[in-house]
């Protein structure tokens, strides 16, 4: 526990906030050593909208996260999403600056940079730019050109941008809970460091992760992040639905659909009655398993709908032999998988978490992969030499510090 190599996590939902303490040993292995959640009060849809409600709930599932880790957590690597972030593919070109033409870091650099180039409104800041592939004059499809030969370097890159004023709200919510910021990461990037083996994202595959207001999308083939996108539906959705159809209140709607709920109506039983309450708690009627499914599963089909819509307007549908990948909340649904393979084309499974050696049983489901692949791109994306991390402290590590202050 005394490692410096601990960082953490935070994955602002729209229906709950998870941090993540996790610690990596020598063999590069990540254990989640804490947690902490929180309803996502203050936020919706992944902006903030009041200030005080968010502090508050920022601020319960870090404490938690310490408690349980015993450690201090000072930054976090923190996901970003909602309908106001947008993606582009960008192109840059540069002349290889060397006399003898072997490309350097510094090349790709500016290549890079060029690609960055590309008119973005005042309003928007950058989050990511992600290289796709490089060409070497008229060679494509290179990963890394550095120590090839070549006058001209071309990079095909994936550009996310922000809205300021979201991203903004968001940091200064940080800053308010004491609390700096490692990397800020799209959250459609982080489900591929949790879910994908580099294969899948090699043949192709989309992951579509169903929230609580949003459902996230996210496209990987030949390697690298190709597409990004927002449906502006999720689960909370469903439950709206539930709520009306059935006439009771939100609550307990939701505990239907939690209980009882299926995405596809013909794999439920039909003789089956479930007790619904009266908006007011009171015991209400009974109606079939199958009425409930049947509500559930047009939205659901309008949800899956949507990101096919996005797919055949990014033209990518071929693209995907690996098929659909399904994770966040609404794929505990049961159902969800098999109403999906009958409307996609394509295989489509739950996502596993891999490249994680330790997680809580609690922390398996689809509600926390993002959470997960906070904490992988956090680690992959820093210095593994000791020394430069330890904005996670141990307790511990604080006390010996401490200690030789005070001798
Ligand atoms: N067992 C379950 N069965 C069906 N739905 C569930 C279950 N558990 C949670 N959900 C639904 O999942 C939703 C929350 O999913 P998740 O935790 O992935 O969202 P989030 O991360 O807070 O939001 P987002 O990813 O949209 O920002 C809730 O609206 C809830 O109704
Ligand atoms: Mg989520």
Redesign the pocket.
């Known amino acids: 526990m005394a490692s410096e190599n601990i960082i953490a996590a935070l994955?602002?939902?729209?229906?709950?906030?998870?941090a993540l303490v996790g610690e990596m040993d020598e063999e590069g292995r990540i254990y989640v050593i804490g947690h902490g959640l929180a309803s996502?009060d203050g936020l919706r849809?992944?902006v903030v909208v009041d200030m005080e409600k968010a502090v508050k709930s920022i601020t319960r599932a870090i404490e938690d996260a310490q408690l349980v880790s015993g450690t201090e957590i000072d930054s976090v690597t923190v996901g970003i999403?909602?309908e106001h972030i947008r993606s582009i593919n960008s192109h840059g070109v540069v002349a290889v600056s060397r006399s003898d033409n072997e490309i350097t870091t510094g090349d790709v650099k500016r290549a890079i940079e060029a690609a960055k180039t590309v008119a973005i409104p005042v309003d928007r800041e950058i989050i990511h730019v992600i290289p796709q592939q490089f060409s070497v004059d008229d060679q494509s499809g290179i990963k890394d050109p550095v120590g090839m030969s070549g006058v001209r370097l071309e990079v095909e890159a994936h550009i996310v941008t922000a809205s300021v004023t979201t991203a903004k709200n968001i940091y200064r919510a940080l800053e308010r809970c004491h609390l700096d910021v490692d990397h800020v990461v799209l959250?459609g990037l982080a489900l591929s460091h949790a879910l994908l083996a580099e294969a899948e994202s090699e043949i192709g595959v989309i992951v579509v992760?169903?929230?609580?207001?949003?459902?996230?999308l996210a496209v990987f083939y030949d390697g690298a992040i190709r597409h990004t996108g927002v449906v502006s539906l999720?689960?909370?959705n469903?439950?709206n639905d539930i709520a009306i159809g059935l006439r009771t209140a939100l609550k307990h709607a939701?505990e239907l659909?939690?209980?009882y709920?299926a995405a596809l109506a013909s794999l439920v039983d039909p003789e089956e009655m479930i007790p619904v309450p009266a908006a007011d708690g009171t015991v209400g009627k009974e109606v079939s398993r199958h009425v409930l499914a049947s509500i559930i599963e047009p939205r659901t089909e309008e949800i899956l709908s949507l990101v096919i819509r996005e797919i055949k307007r990014a033209n990518i549908g071929d693209l995907l032999a690996g098929g659909l990948i399904l994770?966040?909340?609404?794929?505990?649904?049961?159902g969800t998988v098999e109403l999906a393979e009958q409307l996609f084309d394509m295989p489509v499974k739950l996502g596993q978490l891999t490249n994680i050696d330790h997680t809580p049983d609690e922390l398996q489901?689809?509600?926390?992969?993002?959470a997960h692949g906070l904490l992988i791109y956090g680690f992959q994306n820093e210095p593994h030499q000791t020394g430069h991390r330890g904005q996670v402290k141990s307790l511990l590590k604080r006390f010996e510090n401490w200690i030789s202050k005070q001798f």
Do not use: H, M, W, Y
């Not at 994770?327 to 049961?334: A, D, H, I, M």
């Not at 489901?365 to 993002?370: N, P």
């Open positions: 994955d602002i939902g729209t229906t709950k906030i998870c996502a849809r992944g999403a909602g959250e992760d169903i929230g609580g207001d949003i459902t996230n999720g689960e909370k469903v439950t939701e659909k939690q209980t709920g994770t966040g909340g609404g794929s505990l649904l049961p489901d689809g509600r926390f992969t993002a």
